[in-house]
Structure formats: structure tokens, C-alpha cells
């Protein structure tokens, strides 16, 4: 699958994957504070943005794109940065594919399996009806009862867009990834990767604990954890110079 994508800068790639919902412009302001040094490439995945849509949504398609794009591309080697989904993206490809990976760098989501736990939001989602909006700001008040944070809600808005002018949709594939939800949080274990990872957990996250680490160690035994105080799941958005420190500290090593 041809995934859609923007580069910046010049240097060594580097290329990053966003999570479930998102898209490459969720990851426009960290990108334009690495591209001084690096050739970053922000990327849509499968089922969102402006990247192609299909029934299959699983880490091994997933990974299969990302390497057909460095293939198209002539990246032989990157450094591969991942948030959430996206994380355990790159931690497949790098299991799978070690030799095209130059250091890896994954964002507030271990390797293990994670249950189901996106009920409300699909709720949220659900709960608005796309063919009877007349303003983008309706939708979030048909979220609110079903979602109460107001900072996922907006997350969620940034992907709601107009395919015509007077009709809105979402950019991600609501029904596949419904379909798929289970593969989202499926355990990333597959095979040891030895090469240089850094993990990067918000401090007001729950997603990497510190009972986690051993085991995450056991896979990627040339491993480092940081924790960014008073950021959450979202730590790139919440805390974008302290984030983008912590990546330009490991990848200058």
C-alpha cells in the first residue's frame, strides 16, 4: 500500500508513526524542530489521514507499508519513531526487519497486549450522526456524553473534515478499525530486537509501568526508559520540547 507522507530537512531519516485516529499533522511541530538535523518523514498509516483505506488492519500489513515506503523512497536504514499504535508498528517492523532499522524510539506503549479499552471513544464516535451535521462544532456535543475528556474530543475533531461541501466524515476508517480493534492492542513478542530503543512514557500515563520494564527489557534487552513528568499519553503534544530533547539525546549518541 502506498502510504501518504511529508519529509522535511535533510540528514539521516528519520520516520514516525502516529497512533490509533491520529495522522501525520499530529506530528507536524515536532517534526519541524527535528528536520535541522534529520530527513524526517511523518507518515499516515492504513485507514488514516489521506493514506489508502482496506478491511486489513494489523501490525503485519502495517509494517508491510511502512517498508514498501522505504523501499520507495531508497531508505535503506532510518531511525524509526513510533506513538501508541504506531509504537507497537515500529516495534514489529524492527523484529521483522532489524537490518533497515538504524535506532528505534517508541512512545508511552509496551510490547504486551492490551485489552480493548477504547469503548468510550468509539461510543463518541458513533454517537454522531456525519450525514445530519451542519457545523463541525456539533459533533462534539454529541461526544460529550459518551466522552468526557474535552482534550481527546478536540484529538478527535482534527480528523473530521468535508468531502464535499456540504457532507462530513471522518479522515480514519471508523468501520475498519472498529472491525480491527482487537488487533490494535494485540502483544508485540514475536522475536528479541537488540538494537539501541528508547521508550518514552508520560509520568501521568499508565500504559508503561514500571512492573512492565523486565519484560520489555527481555525483548529489547539495548534498552532505555525515560518518563516525562506531568505528561500523559499524548506526551509529544503535552510536552513537545521536553519530548523532542529526549529523542535528539538518544539519536546523538
Known sequence: MKLNYKEFGEGKPIIILHGLMGMLDNWQAPAKMLWDNWRVIIVDLRNHGHSPQSDKHNYDVMVADVLELMDDLSIAKAHLLGHSMGGKVVMVFAQQHPERVDKLIVADIGPKYYPPHHQDVLAALDAVPLDQLERRTEAEDYMKPHLSQAGVRQFLMKSLYHPSKDTF?????????????????????????????????????????????????????????????????????????????????????
Not at 472491525?179 to 500515563?205: C, H, M, W
Not at 532505555?224 to 519530548?243: N, R, S, V
Open 169 to 253: 466524515d471522518w479522515r480514519f476508517n471508523l468501520a475498519s478499525i472498529k472491525k480491527n480493534i482487537e488487533n490494535v492492542g494485540q502483544a508485540t513478542d514475536e522475536a528479541d530486537y537488540e538494537g539501541d530503543t528508547l521508550f518514552i512514557r508520560g509520568g501521568n500515563s499508565n500504559y508503561i509501568t514500571d512492573e512492565d520494564w523486565p519484560d520489555i527489557k527481555m525483548l529489547f534487552p539495548n534498552s532505555y526508559l525515560i518518563t516525562i513528568e506531568d505528561a500523559g499519553h499524548w506526551l509529544h503534544a503535552e510536552k513537545p520540547q521536553e519530548f523532542v530533547e529526549a529523542v535528539q539525546e538518544f539519536l546523538a549518541i
